[in-house]
Nanobody, 123 residues
Protein backbone atom coordinates (compact mmCIF):
# COMPACT_ATOMS: atom_id res chain seq x y z
CA UNK A 1 0.00 0.00 0.00
CA UNK A 2 0.96 3.61 -0.59
CA UNK A 3 -0.33 6.60 1.35
CA UNK A 4 -0.15 10.07 -0.19
CA UNK A 5 -0.54 13.43 1.53
CA UNK A 6 -0.56 16.68 -0.44
CA UNK A 7 0.41 20.07 0.93
CA UNK A 8 1.33 23.54 -0.28
CA UNK A 9 -1.99 24.74 -1.62
CA UNK A 10 -3.36 28.16 -0.85
CA UNK A 11 -4.60 31.47 -2.19
CA UNK A 12 -2.41 33.43 -4.60
CA UNK A 13 -2.86 36.27 -7.04
CA UNK A 14 -2.70 35.72 -10.78
CA UNK A 15 0.91 35.56 -11.92
CA UNK A 16 2.08 34.17 -8.60
CA UNK A 17 3.63 30.82 -7.74
CA UNK A 18 3.02 27.84 -5.50
CA UNK A 19 4.87 24.60 -4.93
CA UNK A 20 2.81 21.56 -4.07
CA UNK A 21 4.32 18.61 -2.25
CA UNK A 22 3.17 15.02 -2.12
CA UNK A 23 4.64 13.04 0.75
CA UNK A 24 4.43 9.30 0.21
CA UNK A 25 4.77 6.34 2.52
CA UNK A 26 4.81 2.70 1.61
CA UNK A 27 7.08 -0.17 0.75
CA UNK A 28 7.16 0.33 -3.02
CA UNK A 29 6.86 4.07 -3.53
CA UNK A 30 10.01 4.33 -5.64
CA UNK A 31 8.63 1.79 -8.12
CA UNK A 32 5.55 3.80 -9.06
CA UNK A 33 4.88 6.50 -11.57
CA UNK A 34 3.49 9.66 -10.01
CA UNK A 35 0.94 12.11 -11.33
CA UNK A 36 -0.88 15.29 -10.46
CA UNK A 37 -4.53 15.76 -11.37
CA UNK A 38 -6.87 18.65 -10.68
CA UNK A 39 -10.60 19.13 -10.40
CA UNK A 40 -12.57 22.36 -10.43
CA UNK A 41 -16.15 22.56 -9.08
CA UNK A 42 -18.62 21.06 -11.54
CA UNK A 43 -15.90 19.74 -13.81
CA UNK A 44 -14.30 16.36 -14.32
CA UNK A 45 -10.91 15.55 -12.92
CA UNK A 46 -8.20 16.30 -15.46
CA UNK A 47 -4.58 15.35 -15.89
CA UNK A 48 -1.97 18.01 -15.13
CA UNK A 49 1.48 16.41 -14.94
CA UNK A 50 3.23 13.10 -14.35
CA UNK A 51 6.70 11.62 -13.92
CA UNK A 52 7.78 8.07 -14.69
CA UNK A 53 9.19 5.74 -12.05
CA UNK A 54 12.23 5.02 -14.21
CA UNK A 55 14.21 7.68 -16.01
CA UNK A 56 12.30 10.63 -14.56
CA UNK A 57 10.47 11.28 -17.83
CA UNK A 58 7.89 14.04 -17.42
CA UNK A 59 4.51 14.59 -19.05
CA UNK A 60 2.30 17.68 -19.06
CA UNK A 61 -1.09 18.65 -20.35
CA UNK A 62 -0.93 21.46 -22.90
CA UNK A 63 -2.54 24.05 -20.65
CA UNK A 64 0.29 23.92 -18.08
CA UNK A 65 3.32 23.41 -20.32
CA UNK A 66 5.97 26.03 -19.67
CA UNK A 67 4.39 27.02 -16.36
CA UNK A 68 4.35 23.85 -14.22
CA UNK A 69 7.27 21.58 -13.39
CA UNK A 70 6.98 18.15 -11.81
CA UNK A 71 9.93 16.61 -9.99
CA UNK A 72 10.64 13.65 -7.74
CA UNK A 73 12.98 13.19 -4.79
CA UNK A 74 13.43 9.48 -4.19
CA UNK A 75 15.45 9.98 -1.01
CA UNK A 76 12.63 12.00 0.57
CA UNK A 77 9.78 9.97 -0.95
CA UNK A 78 8.29 13.21 -2.18
CA UNK A 79 6.93 14.51 -5.47
CA UNK A 80 6.66 18.22 -6.18
CA UNK A 81 4.64 20.36 -8.54
CA UNK A 82 6.12 23.81 -9.03
CA UNK A 83 3.45 26.11 -10.42
CA UNK A 84 4.48 29.46 -11.88
CA UNK A 85 2.55 32.17 -13.72
CA UNK A 86 -0.67 30.95 -12.17
CA UNK A 87 -3.96 31.86 -13.79
CA UNK A 88 -7.49 31.98 -12.34
CA UNK A 89 -8.38 28.97 -14.48
CA UNK A 90 -5.80 26.95 -12.53
CA UNK A 91 -8.11 27.13 -9.50
CA UNK A 92 -8.95 23.58 -8.46
CA UNK A 93 -8.34 20.87 -5.92
CA UNK A 94 -5.05 19.24 -6.83
CA UNK A 95 -4.60 15.53 -6.23
CA UNK A 96 -1.45 13.48 -6.11
CA UNK A 97 -1.67 9.95 -7.50
CA UNK A 98 0.62 6.94 -7.75
CA UNK A 99 0.59 3.61 -9.49
CA UNK A 100 2.30 1.18 -11.81
CA UNK A 101 0.89 3.07 -14.77
CA UNK A 102 1.37 2.96 -18.52
CA UNK A 103 -0.95 5.78 -19.56
CA UNK A 104 0.08 8.69 -17.39
CA UNK A 105 -2.82 10.96 -18.35
CA UNK A 106 -5.48 8.36 -17.50
CA UNK A 107 -6.75 8.71 -13.94
CA UNK A 108 -8.14 5.18 -13.97
CA UNK A 109 -4.60 3.84 -14.35
CA UNK A 110 -3.55 5.03 -10.88
CA UNK A 111 -3.99 2.91 -7.78
CA UNK A 112 -3.43 5.39 -4.96
CA UNK A 113 -4.70 8.91 -4.37
CA UNK A 114 -4.22 11.66 -1.83
CA UNK A 115 -7.10 13.67 -0.41
CA UNK A 116 -6.19 16.80 -2.35
CA UNK A 117 -5.09 20.34 -1.63
CA UNK A 118 -6.97 23.48 -2.65
CA UNK A 119 -5.34 25.97 -5.00
CA UNK A 120 -7.16 29.27 -5.53
CA UNK A 121 -5.87 31.91 -7.93
CA UNK A 122 -7.48 35.34 -7.74
CA UNK A 123 -7.55 37.83 -10.60
Amino acid sequence: QVQLVESGGGLVQAGGSLRLSCAASGRTFSRYGMGWFRQAPGKEREFAAAISWIGGITYYTDSVKGRFTISRDYAKNTVYLQMDSLKPEDTAVYYCAAGFVRYYSDASDYNYWGLGTQVTVSS
